[in-house]
């Protein structure tokens, strides 16, 4: 199947710093990319959708100038944590579905990114 | 909206026993996809099997199968001959046919006993 890359796994970030992570595609391009966060024993949250070449659209109640992100690239998108709080210690996974597939083409994954604000 | 239930917070089997997980679903589309997705303690989403709406037959990926109740709006997942990898929390998931936008319910931790 298809790869998707997230980086870092793992970071750990002081409060009022600001953490960005990677979503790559490895073997297609993506004009789409999907950010979730996960808290422990819950379900994935759609925080956003990231769209290639235009801004990201957010979900209610998330707020963008906290959580930005840039999909400047058909295989990279960017999800940036700007001035991190204890708050935003969570599990951000992001997520991707290779254009032109059949109808049933699943989504992708990253491994996901675990965020600790200090 | 589409929102999925997953009314099943923990569940568990016996390894080489059946198990099965339940999962409901609300939408006004007559078109559309469901997922299960399985979410080992690494946390990597791993896709376990999918159902397209508009095909009456369940899908089945080995061990692992669906019942698909349409007109119900259930997608049930029975796991035959539980194995101890098996071991994670299964989300359901629907996505409709314009996007890729991917509605999951809350999950079901299935825990395999020897």
């Known amino acids: 199947g298809a790869v998707v890359s997230q980086h870092p796994s793992w970071v750990i970030c002081k409060s009022g710093t600001s953490v960005k992570i990677e979503c790559r595609s490895l073997?297609?391009?993506?004009?789409?990319m999907f950010w979730y966060r996960q808290f422990p024993k819950q379900s994935l949250m759609l925080m956003a959708t990231?769209?290639?070449?235009?801004?990201?659209?957010?979900e209610q109640g998330v707020e963008k100038d906290k959580f930005l992100i840039n999909h400047a690239s058909l295989t990279l998108s960017t999800l940036t944590v700007t001035s991190a709080h204890p708050e935003d210690s969570s599990f951000y996974i992001c997520?991707?579905?290779?254009?032109?597939?059949?109808?049933?083409?699943?989504?992708?994954f990253g491994q996901g990114t675990r965020l600790t604000v200090v | 909206a589409q929102t999925v239930t997953q009314s099943q917070p923990e569940m568990s089997v016996q390894e080489a026993e059946t198990v099965t997980l339940s999962c409901t679903y609300d939408?006004?589309?007559?078109?559309?996809?469901l997922f299960w997705y399985k979410q080992p303690p690494s946390r990597q989403m791993i896709l376990v099997i999918r159902?397209?709406?508009?095909?009456?037959q369940n899908a089945t990926e080995n061990r692992f199968s669906v019942n698909f109740q349409k007109a119900a709006k259930s997608f049930s997942l029975k796991i035959s001959d539980s194995q101890l990898g098996d071991a994670a929390m299964y989300f359901c998931?629907?996505?409709?046919?314009?996007?890729?936008?991917?509605?999951f319910g809350e999950g079901t931790q299935l825990t395999v006993n020897p």
């Open positions: 159902q397209e709406a508009y095909k009456q």
């Open positions: 998931a629907y996505r409709g046919t314009s996007g890729s936008r991917l509605t």
């Open positions: 990231s769209n290639e070449g235009s801004k990201a659209t957010y």
């Open positions: 939408t006004s589309e007559s078109d559309y996809y």
């Open positions: 073997d297609f391009q993506a004009t789409t």
């Open positions: 997520s991707a579905r290779p254009p032109g597939g059949s109808k049933d083409t699943e989504a992708f």
